[in-house]
């Protein structure tokens, strides 16, 4: 389709507005939003991905593309999510301390509300207490923990070590993932789910919740 083409190339240019337009125009031509997110966003992601591993980009560059991949995932939003579902639980999900990769901590929350679950967003570089106080006050079943950098999953184990420590441990599941994950990883770390996609971790989410 060339309009999603379209997309994705203009998100590795980072533009932004006329990401949003092509969105926009794509949902009002009736395009599936699943369609848009992986063949026109995703896809231009991925590219530039690519390139920033082969030094083709920058971060600068790089940057600019998240800006506005997350602009084009949020005028998503409201047609992924299930209309008029009560509220079948709650999470809360952040990128762990010292990462600021948001993009795809930002699709499984989306993926995750798309299931009814509540999901309380503490952003990026959010430390292991952080998670555990907003899982206390907001009675969340989960707690998601997002990583990209291979330096920076093992934060999860302490995400872990506080649920613990603070006797919330057999109260939550703490779901994991991030590109540098695995299940090994998880379950060396202690961790209860890991999952690839933003896709799986929804499925996941609402079992741990029906
Ligand atoms: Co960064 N970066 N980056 N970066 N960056 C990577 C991750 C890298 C692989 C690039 C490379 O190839 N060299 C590399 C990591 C190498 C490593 O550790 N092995 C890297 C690096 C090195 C860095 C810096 C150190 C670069 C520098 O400064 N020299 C720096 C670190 C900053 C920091 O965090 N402290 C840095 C900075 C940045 C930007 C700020 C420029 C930007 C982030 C902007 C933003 O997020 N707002 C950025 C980006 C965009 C990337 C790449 C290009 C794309 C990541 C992305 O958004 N992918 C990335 C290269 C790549 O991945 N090919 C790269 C799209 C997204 C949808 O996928 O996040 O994997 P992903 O999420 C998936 C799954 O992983 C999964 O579901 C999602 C969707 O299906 N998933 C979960 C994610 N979280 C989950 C949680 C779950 C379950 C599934 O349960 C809870």
Same mark, same amino acid.
């Given at each position: 389709?060339?309009? %999603?083409?379209?997309?994705?190339?203009?998100? $590795?240019?980072?533009?932004?507005?006329?990401?949003?337009?092509?969105v926009? $125009?794509?949902?009002?031509?009736?395009?599936?939003?699943?369609?848009?997110?992986?063949?026109?966003?995703?896809?231009?992601?991925a590219?530039?991905?690519?390139?920033?591993?082969?030094?083709?980009?920058?971060?600068?560059?790089?940057?600019? +593309?998240?800006?506005?991949?997350?602009?084009?995932?949020? %005028?998503?939003?409201?047609?992924?999510? $299930?209309?008029?579902?009560?509220?079948?639980?709650?999470?809360?999900?952040?990128?762990?301390?010292?990462?600021?990769?948001?993009?795809?901590?930002?699709?499984?929350?989306?993926?995750?509300?798309?299931?009814?679950?509540?999901?309380? @967003?503490?952003?990026?570089?959010?430390?292991?207490? +952080?998670?555990?106080?907003?899982?206390?006050?907001?009675?969340?079943?989960?707690?998601?923990c997002?990583?990209l950098?291979?330096?920076?999953?093992?934060?999860?184990?302490?995400?872990? @070590?506080?649920?613990?420590?603070?006797?919330?441990?057999?109260?939550?599941?703490?779901?994991v993932?991030?590109?540098?994950?695995? $299940?090994?990883?998880? @379950?060396?770390?202690?961790?209860?789910?890991?999952?690839? @996609?933003a896709?799986?971790?929804?499925?996941?989410?609402?079992?741990?919740?029906?």
């Open positions: 389709m060339a309009i %999603l083409e379209e997309i994705s190339g203009y998100l $590795q240019k980072g533009r932004t507005k006329l990401v949003k337009q092509l926009t $125009q794509a949902l009002e031509e009736g395009m599936a939003p699943q369609a848009i997110l992986e063949d026109g966003l995703l896809s231009g992601m590219i530039i991905g690519e390139k920033f591993k082969n030094n083709e980009v920058f971060v600068p560059e790089v940057l600019v +593309a998240a800006r506005a991949m997350n602009a084009g995932t949020e %005028l998503l939003k409201p047609h992924l999510m $299930q209309a008029g579902v009560a509220a079948k639980g709650t999470a809360v999900i952040g990128t762990v301390k010292g990462d600021l990769h948001d993009i795809g901590k930002n699709l499984v929350k989306m993926m995750i509300e798309s299931k009814g679950l509540t999901v309380i @967003d503490l952003g990026v570089d959010v430390g292991p207490e +952080a998670f555990v106080q907003a899982a206390v006050e907001n009675n969340a079943q989960i707690v998601c997002s990583a950098l291979t330096t920076t999953m093992r934060e999860m184990k302490d995400v872990v @070590d506080a649920c613990v420590s603070h006797g919330i441990r057999d109260k939550v599941k703490i779901m993932g991030g590109a540098p994950l695995n $299940q090994e990883f998880c @379950d060396s770390i202690g961790a209860d789910c890991y999952t690839e @996609d896709t799986s971790a929804a499925e996941a989410a609402l079992a741990y919740v029906s």
